[in-house]
């Protein structure tokens, strides 16, 4: 996504499957391969990982 991926949309490199079709390939962004998954982050599962996320992208919205 050469602008950035907006809050609240799911990136164009996502599956069907919900799978990261750039993982393990050099087109992967620098953003993407540094970020490292936690438990206080993601939860247990897709659910709790998308409320924690919407949440945070909520809390950091411009006003
Ligand atoms: S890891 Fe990065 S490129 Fe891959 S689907 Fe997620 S946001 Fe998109």
Known sequence: MPA???AGHPCIQLDANGRCRL???????RVCR???PTVALC??????????????ERATAPP
Request: hydrophobic share 25%; proline share 11%.
């Open 4 to 6: 950035g991926k907006p």
């Open 43 to 56: 939860g247990d599962n897709r659910r709790q990982a998308l409320e924690r996320l919407t949440a945070l």
């Open 23 to 29: 993982f393990g390939h050099p087109e992967r962004p």
């Open 34 to 36: 540094d970020f490292t």
